[in-house]
């Protein structure tokens, strides 16, 4: 997540800081106070969205990740204030839901974050005096490659007051042990089952419920290379490397949430 070195780079970023614009909306505006390609303006964009700085919604609204922000702490006091401007997801009723699909796992990482930290958002605007956010993650593969991202993403929603809890199957790996041993360094509660799949992720906060669905035979391979002994270098590298879809569904339903809570907070007492 470096800052943006080019100049299309830069004036993707001053603009949408000022507020989100669709796609079309962005490349036409950029492309002519630039005086440059629409081709140029798209490439500029795509890297922003691989280096997570920019995330696109659902409805081809295109936004800077709230994450990125809070992490380097730049000056978007205009967009850091701009909580009432409505966006797709916050607009999610009781019982909807929305599904996303993803081949490139920075964008979809970038997404998640942004996702997550836009719901929390809703969350405090509606009122929400639960502050606790669990992560099911059978495999955490996501918090042993890339602690970078990870641990940023966790620090940010604690420093807003959440508890968090990261449940996930018995370690079996060296690398396993070691980030346990990270995240509750970090503060979260750390507790384990081997009932849920491990191609599949659950975030449960307030009344929403997002679930991360990767490739079943990518996790398992995975796992395997982890036992053989495979260094953390070459790991993040298959990760990255990888084209498989990962189907991102994001639901709004206070009952399913409640319903979940209670299944799984007597496992970290």
């Not at 978007?76 to 019982?95: A, D, P, V």
């Not at 507790?191 to 992720?201: A, G, H, Q, V």
């Not at 002994?229 to 298959?238: I, S, W, Y």
């Not at 084209?243 to 991102?248: E, H, N």
């Amino acid at each position: 997540m470096n800052f943006p070195s080019s100049t299309i780079e830069q004036k993707i970023v001053e603009l949408l800081s000022v507020g989100q614009l669709s796609k079309p909306e962005l490349l036409t505006i950029i492309s002519g106070q630039l005086g440059v390609t629409v081709s140029a303006v798209y490439y500029g964009l795509a890297k922003l969205q691989r280096k997570a700085i920019v995330v696109e919604d659902k409805s081809d609204i295109l936004k800077i990740n709230k994450t990125w922000i809070e992490k380097f702490d730049i000056q978007f006091s205009q967009y850091r204030n701009q909580e009432t401007q409505k966006s797709y997801l916050s607009m999610l009723g009781e019982g909807q839901k929305v599904t996303y699909k993803f081949t490139d796992f920075h964008i979809f990482t970038a997404f998640w974050d942004n996702a997550s930290l836009e719901l929390l958002a809703k969350l405090d605007t509606d009122g929400c005096k639960e502050k606790k956010y669990l992560y099911i993650e059978p495999h955490p593969a996501w918090m042993m490659y890339f602690p970078e991202l990870s641990d940023s993403f966790y620090r940010i929603i604690t420093a807003k007051g959440y508890t968090t809890y990261s449940l996930m199957h018995q370690p079996v790996t060296e690398i396993q042990r070691q980030t346990i041993k990270r995240l509750r360094g970090l503060g979260m509660q750390v507790s384990f089952e081997n009932k849920t799949p491990i191609y599949l992720n659950y975030n449960i906060f307030g009344n929403y419920i997002i679930k991360s669905k990767y490739d079943k035979d990518l996790s398992e391979f995975l796992l395997q290379q982890e036992l053989s002994g495979l260094d953390m270098t070459r790991m993040r590298q298959v990760v990255e490397d990888s084209l498989v879809p990962v189907t991102l569904e994001i639901l709004c339903d206070s009952k399913k949430a409640a319903k979940m809570w209670k299944q799984y907070q007597k496992l970290f007492v």
